[in-house]
């Protein structure tokens, strides 16, 4: 059983992996942006990043690429 359900994830992927410049400005650059993670569902044992994630100044759930707040800032 457990091999038709690696099957179907690897096939219907819904995670998808977020590229961005670091010179781009974007939440998932932000020293505030604190990123969500899921764990894996195959025979590896890791944690796989979503696309959302949570801003620890202003306490709210935040996308990764929207336009960062005017309180953006970098290391």
Known sequence: ???KVE???AQHRTARTISVD???RACVNCIWYEQYYHRNRGNIACWVP???GYCLLH???R???RQ???D???E
Do not use: F
Request: net charge positive; aromatic share 4%.
């Open 63 to 65: 996308g990764a690429l």
């Open 68 to 70: 960062p707040c005017k």
């Open 22 to 24: 670091r010179s781009a």
């Open 50 to 52: 979503t696309s959302r």
């Open 59 to 61: 306490e709210q759930q």
């Open 72 to 74: 953006y800032e970098t």
């Open 7 to 9: 099957n179907h994830c």
């Open 1 to 3: 059983m457990t091999a």
